[in-house]
């Protein structure tokens, strides 16, 4: 299926909720910020939430009169797998990377582009309700009984690309992190990853953490990244930066420079800690 040579990146998770559209389009600005030339897909015509993000920023840079590195977009306009591959090679001529977003469900289309990613990534918050769709854990143990239906349609997919054409699919798993978590349960979730990351050969990475700052920012389709076009920013919201840049690092791609904000690890974790007690002052309020 693949006719192009752009490094291609699939978000997928048939879970919604998970935050897979807006790591995904922090991810397409964070490689546009740094010169790459980049192509997106959205596949999901009919909640276009990438599409709608993009549609924002482009109205943003024209009434402020402004340059907002984006990627160039499209939305699936076909209805078979030829037109995916044809609308796929469209956009990624000439491109460094081609970003995919995918629905949150079983879609044929999101598996066609799964099987033709080199680096996959899966979105999931810290919960065994989001680990069920890689695998299944005893209820007693928590240890991990069986993979779940998608983890074995993933590893068939790796084991035919390795196969047809020697490439290795990147299987990365996104841990994102609710803002306010139980340690026990985030201890539980995280050996059971170790544990089926083993089994089944993907990365384990941290992702984002659960700021309000995601949600109002779509409005405007700004990211975190746009310096200079958010206003005055809390550390928190500095730490949330450097916390994404993290991620994108994480992600190993190639030709890829790692960015930051010069914070440190204690930083980033007295940020995080001054953003947990104003959610609940105002959640007391």
Do not use: C
């Not at 037109?83 to 044929?108: H, N, Q, S, W, Y």
């Not at 299987?171 to 992190?177: A, M, Y």
């Not at 985030?186 to 941290?206: C, H, N, W, Y």
Request: glycine share 8%.
């Amino acid at each position: 299926m693949a006719s192009h040579t752009a490094h291609t990146i699939v978000f997928a998770n048939e879970k919604g909720g998970t935050g897979k559209s807006t790591t995904a389009v922090h991810v397409a600005v964070a490689l546009a910020s740094q010169g790459h030339k980049v192509g997106m897909i959205d596949l999901d015509p009919r909640q276009r939430t990438v599409t709608r993000y993009m549609e924002n920023r482009g109205e943003t840079a024209r009434r402020r009169g402004i340059l907002l590195p984006a990627p160039d977009f499209a939305v699936l306009q076909g209805d078979s797998l030829d037109a995916l591959a044809e609308e796929a090679a469209a956009v990624a001529l000439g491109k460094d990377f081609l970003i995919v977003d995918t629905p949150g469900r079983d879609d044929m289309f999101a598996r066609a582009m799964a099987a033709q990613a080199h680096t996959l990534v899966t979105p999931m918050n810290d919960s065994f309700v989001d680990f069920d769709l890689i695998g299944q854990v005893d209820a007693e143990t928590f240890k991990v009984k069986r993979l779940s239906f998608y983890s074995e349609l993933i590893f068939e997919a790796r084991k035919s690309r390795a196969k047809a054409d020697g490439v290795s699919i990147d299987w990365v798993v996104l841990r994102n992190r609710v803002q306010h978590h139980d340690a026990r349960n985030k201890k539980r979730v995280g050996d059971a990853l170790t544990e089926l990351s083993r089994r089944v050969g993907f990365r384990v990475i941290p992702g984002l953490s659960e700021r309000v700052i995601y949600r109002e920012l779509f409005p405007s389709g700004l990211t975190l990244l746009d310096k200079g076009h958010l206003g005055e920013l809390g550390v928190s919201h500095i730490a949330a930066r450097q916390e994404l840049r993290e991620m994108v690092a994480g992600l190993a791609l190639p030709a890829v420079v790692q960015d930051n904000e010069g914070m440190t690890a204690e930083m980033i974790r007295a940020a995080e800690a001054d953003e947990r007690h104003n959610a609940a002052m105002t959640s007391d309020a």
